[in-house]
C-alpha cells in the first residue's frame, strides 16, 4: 500500500474503467475530484452514491456543472463509453453485463443499499479485470469493502480516501481494513493519481 472525448474503450489507454463509491460527503468530496478531470479522460467512470429510493435522482444535474465530462444516469443496455460518467440511479444496482453494457436490477439490498457499491465493483471486476481502477470514497457503513476484494482478485487497482481527509471515515477505513488497497491518498491527489494512471499508455 502506498501513501502518497466520449468514445469506444480504447486500448490505447492502460484502463478502462474507474469505478467511484461514496456515501455521506460523496457529493462534496467529489466537487473536489471531477472539476480536475481532463475533458479527454480515456477511461469510463461509473459512480455509485448511495441515494434516497423514493425520491427520483437529480445526481447528473448535480454533477455536470463540476466536470468537463458528460454524465447521465446508467440505462440498461447502453454501450459503455469512455470519457462519460454514469450515475446509478436510486433504487437500482448498475452492473456491467455482457459486451460491455450498462445493466440495472432491482435484486435485494446489500450493506442496506441499493444502489450499492459491492454489486457495481464485483460486475466491474469480472469483466474489466487488470483493467479496472475502484476508488472509495467518504462514507458510513462498509460498502465497498467486498467489491475491492474482487477488483484485486482480478488483477485491478484500488485507490481509498485518506480518512482523515473524509467527511465520514468508515467506508474508507472498511476498505483499508481489507489489506487490499494499492493507494491511500487525500482527496486532493486523487485526480491527478487516476489522470496518471489512465492516462499512460500500457507498455
Known sequence: MNASPSSVLSSAARFDIVAIAASAGGIKALAQLLPQLPADFAAAIVLVIHLDPNMASLLPQVLKPMTALPVKDAKTG???????????PPDHHLL??????????????V???????????VSVAERFGE????????GYGRD???GIKAIKQHGGRV?????????VASMPQMAIDTGQVDWVLPLETIPQTLINLVQQARI
Open 78 to 88: 447502453e454501450l459503455l463509453q469512455a470519457g462519460t460518467i454514469y450515475t446509478a
Open 159 to 167: 485507490i481509498v480516501q485518506d480518512p482523515a481527509t473524509a467527511n
Open 96 to 109: 456491467i453485463g455482457a459486451g460491455r453494457t450498462l445493466r440495472l436490477t432491482h435484486t435485494a439490498k
Open 131 to 138: 483493467r479496472a481502477i475502484a476508488v472509495v470514497l467518504t
Open 111 to 121: 450493506n442496506y443499499s441499493r444502489p450499492a457499491a459491492d454489486c457495481t465493483l
Open 144 to 146: 465497498g469493502a467486498a
